[in-house]
């Protein structure tokens, strides 16, 4: 039920009510480093009914998923962590937030790229 970093994102979200989802704290850092700071890190993709209560809780209306863009190929069943990440966050979530999914680079995360690439994926989205 944590959601790594929602103590400083809040912060910034208002008057957006825009939060972008990672996987982990290290994606987060990397978007700090750009200077990104409405994020949040699910610590992994298992997004919980707890965590949609608290979104709720802070007026957020556009969830932006930024989970890891693996090769699907890679996973005995075809399909990504990130790939099933988002799947859940449409069950969970996809019903009461305008939920985007953040195209990233194939086969990278947040944390792998550099910060002028995060610069502009985020560019509509970061405060």
Same mark, same amino acid.
């Given at each position: 039920s944590l959601l790594f970093n929602l103590f400083r994102a809040k912060l910034c979200v208002k008057p957006s009510? +825009?939060?972008i989802l990672v996987e982990g704290p290290l994606d987060g850092m990397k978007l700090e480093e750009a200077g990104i700071h409405n994020w949040v890190a699910t610590l992994s993709t298992s997004f919980c009914h707890a965590h949609r209560t608290l979104l709720v809780k802070y007026g957020i209306k556009d969830l932006f998923v930024a989970y890891d863009n693996d090769d699907p190929n890679k996973y005995k069943d075809h399909e990504s962590p990130g790939e099933k990440g988002w799947d859940r966050?449409? +069950?969970i979530v996809g019903d009461i937030f305008n939920l985007h999914r953040v195209p990233l680079p194939p086969d990278s995360d947040c944390g792998e790229l550099e910060v002028d690439q995060l610069k502009d994926i985020f560019k509509d989205?970061?405060?």
């Open positions: 009510n +825009r939060l966050m449409e +069950r989205i970061s405060c």
